[in-house]
């Protein structure tokens, strides 16, 4: 089974956003902003795409997770994500790896992108400034987008 990783760099940011930890030990006030790790990845992969900021994994140490724990239909977003960037629908052939791909390559784009965000703040602030960042790619996101797909090729 296909799993997704956080970089090194990127643990002790999901410590916070998932975990309400800091350095392994809960901090008082803190509490996690995702209940979900998948949520954790697609929000960072949304970043990363939003910014067009994407990244390679450099170690794993940051948090693991495989692919099957997304849920009520979160693998849709990742096909959407995929036939946006691939414009084949050959990309979900077997288990769509190319689709997994690039959402791990902009999951770490995007927790580059918040870790940047956060850079000298402390913890109990950053629900603020990731809901106010959310806010204004909501706001910017609302445009159209125009998605090329190639024809599939007749099967008989």
């Known amino acids: 089974m296909k799993r997704l990783y956080f970089s090194d760099r990127h643990g002790p940011l999901v410590d916070v956003l998932f975990r309400g930890q800091v350095d392994g030990e809960s901090v008082e ?6 209940k979900q790790l998948t949520d954790v990845v697609l929000f960072s992969a949304m970043i990363g795409k939003f910014y067009n900021r994407s990244g390679e994994l450099v170690g794993q140490s940051g948090g693991e997770l495989q692919i099957s724990a997304f849920r009520n239909n979160e693998d849709g977003i990742v096909f959407l994500l995929g036939l ?29 992108t918040i870790l940047e965000w956060v850079a ?26 125009t998605i090329k797909i190639k024809k599939p090729k007749r099967i008989i």
Do not use: H, N
């Open 29 to 34: 006030g803190l509490s996690p902003l995702f």
């Open 84 to 112: 946006q960037e691939i414009g084949d629908p050959a990309a979900f052939k077997g288990e769509a790896d190319e689709c997994w791909d690039l959402l791990q390559r902009y999951s770490v784009g995007g927790m580059d």
């Open 120 to 145: 000298g703040l402390t913890e109990d602030k950053f629900e603020g400034v990731l809901l106010e960042k959310l806010r204004e790619v909501a706001i910017a996101s609302k445009k159209p987008t």
